[in-house]
């Protein structure tokens, strides 16, 4: 069995989802919970250097997105993840593929198959399982 992939979130198929500045940002607060500017900034710089007016636009862009809540209590400002990183992921993903299969219903099906065939029987297997337990679900909910 293969190790579990992280997605990396800057690119969810060809339209990026963060950049890669707001990917790191994010990473910090799933990471941490609720964090002020001040420790992403911390956090960060120890991999990097940048400025902290930077890494304050970061976080106010991701809050004015909705990707991330505020908290203020006294001067300070706390900001939290809207969606743990597995809700986030899993949006982005319906997203992109509610858009794909949208316009292109066809080719983006005949590719899933065809990759899940060359890379990973066993997920293939389970397609075909998750296929036949909805349309039994389907034909139960037809015949009520």
Known sequence: MRPKRIAKLSSL???PTLGPLESQVMEVIWKQGEVTIRDVYDFIRQQRDLAYTTVMTVVH???RKGILKQRLDGKTH???AVQSRSQFVESKVGELLDALLE???EPALAHLINRLSKTDNEKLIALE???AERRAQAKRENDV
């Open 13 to 15: 198929g060809s339209r």
């Open 61 to 63: 862009n991701l809050h």
């Open 78 to 80: 706390y900001y939290m």
């Open 103 to 105: 316009d292109f219903t």
């Open 129 to 131: 399982h998750l296929l």
